[in-house]
């Protein structure tokens, strides 16, 4: 009996041991099967979600494209309609009448501005004029005694340099004065003031103003800043790829704050040199008078290109995704666990100008164009599924 109960145990002990080695084998297996590791720049699907996704192919074609570069801007001025007005000598603010925003005339009072050296000045001005009331008189008394031979060479070359120098001082005095706005051929020992008048060089309207009532200001100071809208132009940034795209004499589109009024202005100078950032300037100036175009503001523009044979593609086969501009193109097809699967390569492009449907694609070194099949139809649910990482890819 005991010999059959050590027989059963000994049998059930290899059966465990069996169990335990098939599950060993099987775990070590599994574990040793590789895990396929998918690129970031690959997405994959199945064949039933390709057809739900709505997934077309087509080829990048040749077109003409004429017609609409769309850039961004802002709105600028050209910098003799714009003026920064400073106090010459600096002083106090005595008085000003005006607000931001107010229009203005070339001319017009902007501030008072009140000073002690300014009475200085002309008191130094009015003396020094009289000097040389005199020794100009003094100066023709001299040249008639020295051509008579009754007066010294002496006298007459020391008469000559008074005369000289008290000359280069008033003519210095006058241009200081006038620095200020006090015309020193008006000025007398009775109308002699310790305030000036701030006053606008140019028409326009007042930007910004940095003034009140007892301020103290120095000559650095910027008091206004007057704008003139006359004459306002676009300052346009593009891609270095599309300098070539935009001439002189080329119509503009523009829009401001999303409304829907278009305007309109003409390309009238484009830079001759790309920026550090490989931006070009395009400088455009605005048609007419649009009275809700403010210096400052962005617009959007569309720039009406000539005709050029490009590489174009559906709209809606180009995608944006965080800044950059992508197309999907056919990789390959393939079967895992008896399911067929097709990757499509994500790959960066850049847009060029836009006519129709069609837009121009800038496509990387190297691409085949005769034999690399593009997604033209519902690149953005291919977008959608990388984004999601396996909502719609499996």
Do not use: W
Not at 218 to 245: C, H, P, Q, W, Y
Not at 349 to 377: A, M, S
């Amino acid at each position: 009996m005991k010999k059959q109960n050590i027989f059963i145990v000994s049998f059930l002990s290899i059966i465990v041991l069996a169990l335990s080695a098939c599950k060993g084998g099987a775990k070590s297996n599994e574990e040793s099967k590789p895990t396929e590791v998918i690129a970031d720049n690959i997405v994959e699907m199945r064949a039933d979600q390709i057809k739900v996704a709505g997934i077309q192919m087509g080829m990048v074609e040749m077109r003409t494209m004429s017609g609409k570069l769309k850039v961004n801007g802002v709105v600028a001025v050209a910098p003799q309609n714009m003026a920064a007005v400073c106090a010459p000598f600096g002083g106090f603010i005595k008085a000003t009448g005006l607000m931001p925003g107010k229009a203005v005339t070339k001319g017009q009072v902007l501030a008072v501005i009140e000073n002690a050296e300014f009475i200085d000045m002309q008191q130094n001005y009015l003396e020094a004029k009289s000097k040389l009331e005199y020794s100009e008189a003094d100066y023709k008394r001299q040249s008639e005694l020295y051509k008579n031979d009754v007066s010294s060479q002496k006298n007459m070359q020391q008469t000559t340099s008074e005369y000289k120098i008290l000359k280069s001082q008033v003519s210095a005095l006058e241009q200081k004065l006038a620095l200020i706005g006090i015309n020193a051929s008006k000025l007398n020992e009775k109308n002699i003031s310790g305030t000036i008048n701030l006053v606008s060089p140019i028409s326009g309207y007042v930007k910004t103003m940095n003034v009140s009532i007892g301020k103290s200001v120095s000559s650095t100071d910027v008091l206004f800043e007057i704008v003139n809208n006359d004459r306002l132009f676009l300052e346009l940034t593009m891609f270095e790829k599309d300098a070539g795209m935009v001439a002189q004499g080329q119509k503009i589109h523009f829009f401001i704050n999303n409304e829907t009024e278009e305007h309109q202005a003409v390309i009238y100078q484009t830079a001759k040199s790309i920026n550090a950032d490989k931006n070009y300037k395009v400088y455009a100036s605005v048609v007419g008078k649009c009275k809700n175009v403010i210096l400052g503001m962005y617009v959007n523009c569309i720039v009406e290109t000539s005709g050029n044979k490009v590489t174009a593609l559906p709209t809606e086969a180009v995608v944006n995704f965080e800044d950059k501009d992508y197309i999907f193109v056919y990789e390959k097809d393939k079967v895992e666990s008896g399911k067929n699967f097709t990757e499509y390569l994500m790959i960066e492009v850049r847009k060029g100008v836009e006519d129709d449907k069609f837009i121009e694609v800038q496509l990387p070194e190297g691409f085949n164009t005769k034999t690399t099949k593009v997604v033209v139809k519902g690149a953005y649910n291919l977008l959608s599924a990388k984004k999601n990482a396996g909502d719609m890819a499996c």
